[in-house]
């Protein structure tokens, strides 16, 4: 590293320490203002579906369409699906050839044909065709792991739960808020610092956020309204 460079990174780490970490105290003001600009951005697909659909199943469905797949191939699957099968019974009496050209083009989706199909005869066999409201129950259907229980939890019941992707985890560590190595240890770390009451929108306002200004790589630092208050927390390239 060239001298100018050195200097110009050493700035940089003397900025980022003049500003302190969020807190669990703090952390409700930044989501304020967050929540404030968040119309301006667009919500989470799941998030949409739940507020739309009113269905837990629905949203079930949804949140594992949307895994490691884009927002708007999730909606176009979505919208496919549920216009030919709205319950358990229904997407079961789908074939699963057709049940994988309703899906696709969603990332791994004969895959996610087979999941969504086991669901289906879990719900069916072991809560009586009923989406259960708890994330231990949830996490007993094949496929569904903390990330989908949490978001099912909190979009379609409003029951406190933390829902922790890579934004969220990407953001809380950023922040300071957090200092954990994966998703599932950002959510456990989450419960002990974020107070209760943030727990059903955390999710929804960080992915909106780090969808459009808070980005994994070369975030848009000078068009964020909570700059001054972020300790940049692993940035080394803004915009």
């Not at 099968?85 to 990332?107: D, F, H, Q, S």
């Not at 990407?170 to 770390?189: C, H, M």
């Not at 929804?204 to 980005?215: E, R, S, Y």
Request: hydrophobic share 45%; with cysteine; aromatic share 6%.
């Amino acid at each position: 590293m060239s001298a100018v460079a050195e200097k110009v990174a050493g700035v940089r780490r003397a900025r980022r320490a003049m500003v302190p970490g969020v807190t669990g105290k703090t952390v409700a003001k930044l989501l304020r203002i967050l929540e404030k600009e968040a119309p301006k951005w667009n919500a989470p697909i799941v998030a949409l579906a739940a507020q739309q659909s009113q269905s837990p199943f629905l949203t079930l469905i949804g949140c594992i369409l949307s895994l490691r797949t884009k927002d708007q191939m999730t909606a176009v699957a979505c919208e496919r699906l549920f216009a030919k099968a709205r319950t358990p019974e229904a997407m079961l009496a789908i074939a699963p050839k057709a049940l994988e050209k309703l899906i696709y083009p969603v990332g791994f989706y004969r895959t996610k044909a087979g999941v969504i199909r086991g669901i289906c005869r879990d719900l069916i066999e072991k809560f009586g065709g009923e989406v259960p409201d708890n994330i231990d129950d949830l996490l007993t259907l094949n496929g569904v792991g903390r990330k989908t229980a949490n978001l099912v939890v909190t979009q379609a019941f409003r029951k406190p739960g933390i829902c922790v992707d890579t934004h969220v985890h990407r953001i809380s560590n950023r922040w300071g808020l957090v200092k954990s190595a994966t998703p599932d240890k950002t959510e456990l770390a989450l419960r002990e610092v974020l107070p209760r009451r943030h727990w059903i929108d955390y999710n929804t306002i960080l992915v909106a956020f780090g969808q459009t200004l808070c980005q994994p790589v070369s975030p848009w630092c000078s068009r964020c309204p909570i700059a001054a208050a972020c300790p940049k927390i692993g940035v080394v390239h803004s915009r």
